[in-house]
């Protein structure tokens, strides 16, 4: 990709009136038409440095739309590939978990068996020893039919050797990483938590823009619970007056 750097020149402004003429401190009507005159001619330059630099970014901004257009589209499909790659990884990664989980209990259950046969079998011996005793060894013959009914109760331990279930990992090219955000879905309760100490209230910053709209409208009748209204002065150039 290649990109070009456009020489640009700065304009310059020139004022009639330079603000270093003002006094410190108006004393006189005439200090006062000085002032005047400087606010005057300020305002005017400024509207012609606006115009200025509006004639100049008028082209560049059309220009900027139609990259910026470009941007998202690109961006769009690059985001939608990345989107589409991410659903499909985690998904393969929580079938791998999942069928390791389910090898891992087969496992187990095969183990148990394993285990609750052999238990059986040796109990079956037992009885079967204590019946060949039979009259022979009445005494031993009742122990060892006491140790069977006890050991057939007790579970049996797992004996076997649980075979390693994992599975062989692919080199990794990204790493997973979560991300977390926020949806306000009541301000009320978010209002009466800021209120009440539960959170900082920067978790609920004021409209500033909606404020200042209220202020020009209402005025001297602004009243917004927890806001000041603010008044300055400005002035502005006077069509026609020199």
Known sequence: MTTTNDALTKPTFTSIVQPESLPEQLESADDSRLCQ????????LRADAAKTYKAMLDPLNKKRAVINKWKRED???????????????TQYRERVALEQEEA??????????????????????MLAA?????????????????????????????????????TT?????????LTYSAECVSVLKLATAVANGEIPHDALKPNQSWLNGRARADREEFNVP?????????????????
Not at 75 to 86: K, T
Not at 108 to 113: H, N, Q, V, Y
Not at 135 to 161: C, F, H, I, R, Y
Not at 226 to 239: D, F, M, P, V, W
């Open 37 to 44: 005159m400087v606010i005057s001619g300020y305002r005017a």
């Open 75 to 89: 961006l769009e499909s690059i985001d939608a590939v990345v989107s589409s790659a991410s659903t499909k990884l």
């Open 104 to 125: 891992a209990q087969a496992a187990l259950e095969k183990a148990t068996a394993v285990a609750q046969q052999e238990r059986e079998e040796e109990v079956d011996f």
């Open 130 to 166: 204590a019946d060949m005793i039979g009259d022979a060894d009445v005494d031993a013959a009742e122990t060892m039919k006491q140790e069977a009914s006890v050991l057939k109760n007790e579970p049996p331990p797992l004996v076997a050797v649980l075979d390693d279930v994992s």
């Open 169 to 177: 990992e692919e080199p990794a090219l990204v790493s997973e990483r």
């Open 226 to 242: 927890g806001c000041e209204l603010i008044s300055k002065s400005s002035y502005a150039r006077k069509g026609g007056v020199g």
